[in-house]
């Protein structure tokens, strides 16, 4: 196993691992009562001080080749305390080294994230071979050391003068990382032309400063991977960079809309920084981790990803072969930081390739069980280039992609994918032919039609989920239409109370449940049947509001008609705050529904979400025509008895 981390809890840190425990169980502390105390991911704090213990001691024993960090309190009273990325002190950190990059030459967001990716993978790398010389000499084992050279580490150059440590770090330290990658990863290859672009010597020793203050190291995988989410995060409001990243949120739901499995095969033909094929893996290890091991910050999201209960084949499979991702970018820098952002969620040998997966040159086949992504939109294609399994006079690269993804399943296997609304509806024979084909050949699951403001920033477009397995038949269609996300649906993407992802999923994982649908049919109708009385009363009361508007005009007691109209509009306001959560709530119940194949069909294909959602149209009041007629009359009679003191008034 390998030992990532181990610091002095006198100075209240906490002894860290990373690595797999021989047997799936939780990580525990050695010599702790009973049976250990478990500790997933959290940061140990003890009243009292720890003291490290040998390997191979306490109340549990490793196999052989393998170890345990012991831990020995001299007073157990252990409290666990979460570590997070929703720490404001790193979050704030974070952001101040992200000024310092920004403000040190490294304006477009890709390079500040790659290079302070290649700082943190220094840093880690240094203590990682501590944590290996201690593990080595305890088990009095020879040790063989990742650097060849002692000058090459972090704890080294870091404490060179300024000047020093920048020459060193281009000239030594960074062409020695660029050979590192597990053996059949991609890290390796991508790092072939990689350039390090801090180019101040204060910048240099400033950022390392600041990420040794951030003590990430010391705290396990999943912490690290949600500061890199963050950082990432940044590219929402980097302009046309965004175009880059889907939402997390989003990409979860659908991630939980398929259930990717350890044994299966997962690839993103447009991964860009890898966060479909980072979920499916965080997926597969929460679904394998105790409940009592898991904790779940605000936005739903798990930490103490263990995956204890995976067994070791299976977490191998994972590993080697499990996650596939490519992408076209020629200049490598995205092809890194997804690299890197498998590597710090866990991934140790990242699959992570360059590849125009719609050209000619890729030719993959019936080699994936599950597809995940949100391929681009809109961009130049090379018609000539075009792959001849996929259809060569169509232009549009999102339809490209949903033949290129029916081509990489197995028979059986399954897909998630984000589309523009365009493919729901287009009119083109090849829009029509792409729906034909999910439906006629395959079987469409589900479609889910999300809200415009979903990609803001940086592009306003309103896209689509499609959920479809390759081969099979298509019966019937689930469809959901998304109206909140969880976030305002502006440029700022201010969290917001209304999120109807819990429900799309509460739906899908029930959809085929007899009980539950009726359960949500009869609490539809009971909605409606509330609902109907309150409507009525309503309607009646702009009557009265309307005839009291016009009892003022003409009645010779107006004060009297408007304090009888201002009751009746304050009860008519009275009446829509009731009826407002009654809406509200039929408008979640009625957002999923099921469309026949041949209702489809019959519309030439068309997947649009209002083409199928039957909407109660609330009943507008409208005056009858007599008694408007009626009102006509009366008016003109007051207009007419007015006139002779208008004249007597102008004598």
């Known amino acids: 196993m390998n030992l990532n981390s181990a610091v002095d809890l006198e100075n209240g840190t906490v002894f860290r691992f990373f690595g797999r425990n021989p047997s799936p169980g939780p990580l525990r502390l050695m010599n702790a009562p009973a049976a250990g105390h478990p500790l997933p991911r959290e940061r140990a704090v003890n009243d009292d001080s720890f003291q490290p213990s040998p390997w191979g001691e306490g109340g549990e024993s490793s196999e052989p080749g393998e170890g345990f960090l012991l831990i020995q309190p001299r007073n157990f009273g252990t409290r666990v305390e979460p570590v997070m990325i929703t720490d404001p002190t790193l979050k704030s950190k974070v952001d101040a080294l992200w000024d310092k990059l920004w403000s ?56 060179l003068k300024a000047e020093e440590a920048l020459r060193h770090v281009k000239e030594q330290v960074f062409p020695f990382l660029k050979t590192l990658g597990g053996e059949g990863g991609s890290f390796a290859e991508q790092m072939e032309n990689a350039e390090f672009k801090i180019n101040k010597p204060s910048l240099l020793i400033e950022a390392c400063k600041m990420i040794d203050q951030m003590e990430i190291s010391s705290q396990n995988q999943d912490v690290q991977g949600d500061l890199y989410e963050y950082l990432l995060s940044k590219l929402n409001t980097a302009g046309t960079n965004g175009q880059f990243r889907t939402p997390r949120h989003i990409i979860r739901m659908m991630v939980k809309m398929v259930n990717p499995q350890p044994r299966e095969r997962v690839c993103d033909p447009a991964a860009g920084t890898c966060g479909f094929l980072v979920n499916a893996y965080q997926h597969m290890l929460e679904t394998h981790t105790r409940p009592e091991n898991l904790t779940y910050d605000e936005d739903g999201f798990p930490h103490g990803l263990i995956g204890e209960k995976l067994a070791k084949e299976d977490l191998d499979f994972v590993q080697s072969s499990g996650l596939t991702g490519y992408d076209n970018d020629s200049g490598m820098a995205m092809l890194r930081i997804g690299s890197m952002n498998l590597m710090l969620h866990g991934i140790e040998r990242p699959r992570f390739h360059y590849a125009d997966t719609l050209s000619k040159s890729f030719n993959e086949e019936k080699q994936y069980d599950l597809v995940l992504a949100n391929p681009p939109f809109k961009g130049a294609i090379d018609a000539l280039d075009i792959n001849p399994t996929l259809p060569t006079r169509v232009k549009k690269t999102e339809i490209l992609f949903l033949h290129l993804f029916v081509r990489l399943l197995e028979m059986g296997g399954r897909a998630a994918v984000i589309v523009p609304d365009g493919v729901l509806f287009g009119s083109s024979n090849a829009h029509v032919d792409i729906r034909r084909k999910l439906i006629e050949e395959n079987r469409l699951d589900g479609v889910v039609s999300m809200p415009s403001g979903v990609f803001r920033p940086y592009a306003g477009v309103s896209t689509a989920v499609l959920v ?23 440029d700022k993407r201010q969290r917001v109370p209304e999120n109807d992802i819990p429900d799309v999923l509460d739906c899908w994982n029930h959809r085929r449940d007899a009980k539950f649908q009726q359960k949500r049919a009869q609490r539809l109708a009971d909605l409606q049947k509330q609902i109907a009385a309150l409507k009525k009363d309503r309607l009646e009361h702009h009557a009265i509001v309307h005839r009291l508007k016009f009892e003022e005009v003409v009645s010779k007691t107006a004060d009297k008609a408007r304090a009888a109209r201002e009751k009746a509009e304050a009860e008519l306001a009275e009446l829509q705050s009731r009826m407002t959560p009654l809406q509200t709530e039929i408008n979640q119940l009625t957002r999923q529904f099921w469309v026949t194949k041949d209702q489809v069909k019959a519309n030439k294909y068309d997947l649009s979400v209002n083409r199928y959602r039957q909407i109660e149209q609330d009943e507008e009041f409208y005056e009858e025509p007599k008694v408007t007629l009626s009102r006509l009359l009366t008016l003109e009679k007051v207009m007419a008895s007015e006139i002779p003191e208008i004249e007597e008034f102008l004598k």
């Open 104 to 159: 040190g030459g490294l304006s477009n967001p890709l390079d500040a994230i790659e290079q302070f990716s290649f700082l943190l993978f220094l840093k880690r790398l240094d203590e990682a071979e501590q944590d290996r010389e201690r593990s080595a000499k305890t088990r009095k084992q020879e040790y063989l050391p990742v650097f060849p050279d002692p000058k090459l580490r972090w704890s080294y150059w870091t404490n």
């Open 468 to 490: 479809f397995t390759r081969g099979g038949t298509t019966d019937r269609i689930w469809f959901y239409d998304m109206e909140h996300d969880g976030f305002s649906l502006d």
